[in-house]
């Protein structure tokens, strides 16, 4: 048997849309308003936010080009959240 470090713990994994969730409230950017700027349904961005749907690649990347926040780190945050 071995013991695992406390820096080999595992952290917990985020949902993307929580984090964006909270990114677009502190911008204070409505929900509909941000699923018109990039070009997606209502219903797709708010099943994001509440962690139902996951978060593509092609939308990570409509996010950054949105908010300047890099797709690589919306990817990674959903590969962990999956993991």
């Known amino acids: ?18 984090v964006l969730k909270e990114e677009l409230e ?4 409505t929900q509909r308003k941000f ?3 990039i070009g997606v349904p209502y219903t ?6 509440n962690e139902k749907r996951p ?12 908010l300047g926040i890099k ?4 990817v990674k945050l959903q590969a962990d959240y999956n993991l």
């Open 1 to 18: 048997m071995f013991a695992l470090k406390k820096e080999s713990m595992p952290s917990i994994a985020v949902h993307p849309g929580f």
């Open 26 to 29: 502190s911008r204070n950017i």
């Open 35 to 37: 699923a018109e700027v």
């Open 44 to 49: 797709q961005l708010n099943e994001i936010l």
């Open 55 to 66: 978060m593509s690649a092609d939308f990570a990347l409509a996010v950054e080009a949105a």
């Open 71 to 74: 797709a690589y780190i919306w």
